[in-house]
């Protein structure tokens, strides 16, 4: 079994930072891309960073120049730098990750997510 556990959120004020990370575990092989997506109240879950497994990234428009995503394969963890915060960032934050098992499935996997709420 494989899990990935987020962490990191919480309360901040407009303008503040936060950083994400998630932890992948279980019968892990390797893992390919990782991602963290973020789901408001009443709208659809969207991409906000994603980063392959060579390093290479990509951000939605909306946070292009705030966030920064990163990863420490050693570790199987990715990370989101969160930076100027705005309320419209407000959402919960899932991780997820492209991993092949020992026993041989490439699966997608998600985290539980973890709250992010920025004041204004």
């Known amino acids: 079994q494989v899990q990935l556990v987020e962490s990191g959120g919480g309360l901040v004020q407009a303008g503040g930072s936060l950083r994400l990370s998630c932890a992948a575990s279980g019968t892990i092989f390797s893992i390919n891309a990782m991602a963290w997506y973020r789901q408001a109240p009443g709208k659809q879950r969207e991409l906000v960073a994603g980063i392959t497994s060579g390093g290479s990234t990509n951000y939605a428009d909306s946070v292009k120049g705030r966030f920064t995503i990163s990863r420490d394969n050693a570790k199987n963890t990715v990370y989101l730098q969160m930076n100027s915060l705005k309320p419209e960032d407000t959402a919960v934050y899932y991780c997820?990750?492209?991993?092949?098992?020992?026993?041989?499935?490439?699966?997608?996997?998600w985290g539980q997510g973890t709250q992010v709420t920025v004041s204004s």
């Open positions: 997820n990750g492209d991993i092949i098992t020992t026993r041989g499935p490439r699966l997608i996997y």
